[in-house]
């Protein structure tokens, strides 16, 4: 047990430090920097404003009231944050590592590779939308009174945790494609575009739309899944969807990268 804790602070600790480094390197360009970082904010902003009009035309989109919808978009603005912040940055910069013959120097840093792959290049521009985005949703929860229950908050927030799970994991499987189909790791921004159609309530969706938002790219389960958990007490959508789902692609990821690793190992041997 010491042992891993210590992996841990290692890992944390290495973690702040790209952050502190990545930081350092975009603050000599300050404007760009809060330009950076309030773009999304006003994306959120136009999509709520959009809401709030159609909403007060027909009270409903079905079944889901102007609270739940206002809570979805901020939820999504922040789950977008926390990837950006983490991840996506790192996950950029592996195709064309492929492509041009330098992925070699990642294997070779003295650290897990899939961790350094994935975490080397943080966002700290997104520290700031993601703070935007808790409050956000404290806010929401507190003004349309989305729960006043703390056991389903505490279920959304492990369904929170999953939903970054696996939304890692569904990037990561896209990129790691990039060791069989060089540009194919570019279309992992086609999961965003899903992932701003489960802003919307699953309802309006055909049986085959969700299907396929559920278990090729789950951004129902990312999105909806969590609000209906803390704002319609389903509890139960933690255990049947939510963390199988993200069982399935952890196993899948890891399946995935191991054989994309051994093929470009292999490749360069």
Avoid at 13 to 27: C, D, G, N
Avoid at 120 to 131: E, S
Avoid at 182 to 199: E, K, Y
Wanted: proline content about 4%.
């Amino acid at each position: 047990m010491p042992k891993v804790i210590k992996e841990i602070n290692k890992y944390m600790s290495l973690e702040f430090a790209f952050i502190r480094f990545t930081l350092i390197e975009l603050m000599q360009y300050k404007i760009n920097f809060f330009i950076r970082s309030i773009y999304e904010l006003m994306e959120t902003a136009t999509t709520l404003l959009y809401f709030c009009i159609v909403l007060g035309k027909v009270g409903n989109i079905a079944g889901w009231s102007i609270g739940q919808l206002v809570f979805i978009t901020i939820y999504a603005f922040l789950i977008d944050s926390l990837c950006t912040l983490l991840f996506i940055g790192g996950m950029s910069s592996i195709p064309p590592q492929i492509e041009e013959g330098k992925f070699d120097l990642m294997l070779l840093k003295p650290i897990n590779t899939q961790y350094y792959i994935f975490f080397h290049r943080p966002n700290p521009a997104q520290i700031f939308n993601t703070i935007i985005g808790i409050v956000g949703l404290i806010f929401t929860t507190v003004y349309y009174h989305i729960s006043q229950d703390i056991y389903s908050v505490f279920l959304f927030v492990v369904s929170t945790l999953s939903s970054m799970v696996i939304m890692y994991c569904v990037l990561s499987i896209i990129i790691h494609l990039s060791f069989w189909f060089i540009r194919i790791g570019n279309l992992w921004s086609i999961v965003f575009t899903f992932h701003m159609a489960a802003t919307r309530p699953a309802a309006i969706y055909n049986k085959g739309m969700k299907i396929f938002m559920t278990l090729i790219i789950p951004s129902i389960v990312v999105l909806n899944v969590p609000v209906e958990i803390i704002s319609n007490n389903k509890d139960n959508l933690l255990c049947y969807i939510s963390l199988p789902v993200a069982l399935v692609f952890l196993i899948l990821n890891h399946v995935v990268s191991q054989a994309g690793l051994k093929r470009y190992t292999s490749a360069g041997s």
